[in-house]
């Protein structure tokens, strides 16, 4: 017997075909050879549309016994219900912010990022103001600090500025590295002579994060110079070559338009 079942095209050595039930067989005296046969196909049901169940963000101020439920809610942003809770103040929309905010200085670790992680799922942008004074605090930790500038960026990007002035001073070389990075997303003439202060930074991966912010923002075309094999020592003579184009085009310079995307043909 010498049939074969191939995604619907039964393949069949021989020279006669006898069709089964559910099965083929073939048989021949002569040299084996093969013929392709199309099976039956069935096309599947068509598909049923699935009805929208999602239910909206609130909109309308909280009432008294909202305000009570999501203040309920700040200590279990840490635990085995924080995705619970953080979908509970998604749901509860923007009005919920200020009682979000709380979270920020509260003890836990975990309950200020889950705070700021909640911050960007609802996408409240009043929160925004508490988010770049958490990123400046000096004492917080740095994992919280970098995110909640990364979250204040991705929300309002014109209020950051600020923060990554501050951050970029930190003696942290990880916060600093944030601030260079994230400078990049902000359309503002105020992080460029911050970002060229950072090119002389001690660490490369700052200096260099630095760098490329400068090129992404400003899309200023310098000399070329082997940047990653630089040393700190060539990185302060090269930059000087950012502050003496900036002191001369700072008073007239705008923000490039970013670069569309293209289309495919």
């Not at 006898?18 to 598909?47: C, I, K, R, T």
């Not at 992680?117 to 600090?145: F, H, N, Q, W, Y």
């Not at 209020?159 to 990049?184: G, Q, T, Y």
């Not at 070329?224 to 003496?244: G, L, P, T």
């Amino acid at each position: 017997m010498n049939a074969y079942r191939i995604s619907g095209i039964a393949v069949v050595l021989g020279a006669s075909l006898m069709v089964g039930s559910d099965q083929l067989f073939a048989w021949s005296e002569a040299a084996p050879q093969a013929w392709l046969v199309q099976m039956p196909y069935e096309a599947p049901p068509a598909s049923q549309g699935a009805p929208d169940v999602s239910v909206p963000p609130n909109t309308e101020p909280l009432s008294q016994e909202d305000l009570q439920r999501a203040e309920a809610l700040l200590p279990l942003l840490e635990g085995k219900q924080e995705f619970w809770a953080m979908g509970e103040f998604v749901h509860l929309g923007e009005p919920s912010v200020p009682v979000l905010v709380k979270a920020l200085t509260m003890p836990s670790p975990r309950i200020r990022y889950n705070a700021i992680e909640t911050l960007s799922m609802m996408k409240g942008v009043s929160g925004v103001p508490a988010l770049v004074e958490t990123a400046k605090r000096i004492d917080e930790i740095p994992r919280v600090r970098e995110h909640a500038l990364r979250v204040a960026v991705r929300l309002d990007p014109l209020k950051v500025p600020d923060a990554i002035e501050a951050m970029s001073k930190d003696l942290n070389p990880s916060v600093r590295k944030s601030a260079a990075f994230e400078a990049r997303y902000v359309r503002h003439k105020s992080v460029i002579p911050v970002l060229i202060a950072m090119v002389r930074d001690d660490e490369r991966f700052v200096a260099l994060s630095a760098l490329h912010s400068l090129w992404i923002v400003t899309r200023h075309e310098t000399e070329f110079h082997d940047w990653e094999a630089s040393s700190k020592q060539d990185r302060a003579a090269w930059v000087n070559e950012w502050e003496v184009w900036w002191d001369d085009h700072k008073e007239i310079f705008e923000i490039p338009e970013p670069p569309q995307p293209k289309r495919r043909s």
